[in-house]
T-cell receptor, first 113, second 110 residues
Framework: AQSVTQPDIHITVSEGASLELRCNYSYGATPYLFWYVQSPGQGLQLLLKYFSGDTLVQGIKGFEAEFKRSQSSFNLRKPSVHWSDAAEYFCAVGSSGTYKYIFGTGTRLKVLA | NAGVTQTPKFRVLKTGQSMTLLCAQDMNHEYMYWYRQDPGMGLRLIHYSVGEGTTAKGEVPDGYNVSRLKKQNFLLGLESAAPSQTSVYFC?????????FGSGTQLSVL
């Protein structure tokens, strides 16, 4: 069965510091992997996605993520965090076979000025 | 181009009442989804549909029913609402990968 684990519920970083949000998935085949961001009271916005090919994917707002099949991970990174990045981040997994998209429990990011 | 529209945006129910949430998309997407979002639980898939006339159970289907009679609409029904169904409900659609979300429905069951 598909599952997604985001082990960090809350993360606090200082503005300008680097960021890494962890995501581990369980899926039998090669998954589609996504990172979404949700600002308070808002809907979800897609940051980036991985389907196949280059395992390092670039997204919007300066985010990137790396697919590591051997570790079943798809961690999100940003070299320098801005105060406007404070939000909740969700990792999601799906497939072209089932079109069933499952989300992790989210990581809430706080940015200190 | 409205995208994904959810109706209503807010609703308060009493335990045992029934209601239907409507999701409409104007992008001709094949796939549609209903999620619920609860603090600390992320988004959990309730039901989804891979095409007109089809529905499938997600992670937390109990207490909900759905219908996809028209390609552009995906209805979520609560036959007998319970306080445990207090949540924010999101509808989403996709042509195959990126999900497009509605703005959510905040439902309170007293």
């Amino acid at each position: 069965a598909q599952s997604v684990t985001q082990p960090d519920i809350h993360i606090t970083v200082s503005e300008g510091a680097s960021l890494e949000l962890r995501c581990n998935y369980s899926y039998g085949a090669t998954p589609y992997l996504f990172w979404y961001v949700q600002s308070p009271g808002q809907g979800l916005q897609l940051l980036l996605k991985y389907f196949s090919g280059d395992t390092l994917v670039q997204g919007i707002k300066g985010f990137e993520a790396e697919f590591k099949r051997s570790q079943s991970s798809f961690n999100l990174r940003k070299p320098s965090v801005h105060w406007s990045d404070a939000a909740e981040y969700f990792c999601a997994v799906g497939s072209s076979g089932t079109y069933k998209y499952i989300f992790g429990t989210g990581t809430r990011l706080k940015v200190l000025a | 181009n409205a995208g994904v529209t959810q109706t209503p945006k807010f609703r308060v129910l009493k335990t045992g009442q029934s209601m239907t949430l409507l999701c409409a998309q104007d992008m001709n997407h094949e796939y549609m989804y209903w999620y619920r979002q609860d603090p600390g639980m992320g988004l959990r898939l309730i039901h989804y549909s891979v095409g007109e006339g089809t529905t499938a159970k997600g992670e937390v289907p109990d207490g909900y029913n759905v219908s996809r009679l028209k390609k552009q609409n995906f209805l979520l029904g609560l036959e007998s609402a319970a306080p445990s169904q207090t949540s924010v409900y999101f509808c989403a659609s996709t042509p195959g990968a990126k999900l497009f979300f509605g703005s959510g429905t905040q439902l309170s069951v007293l």
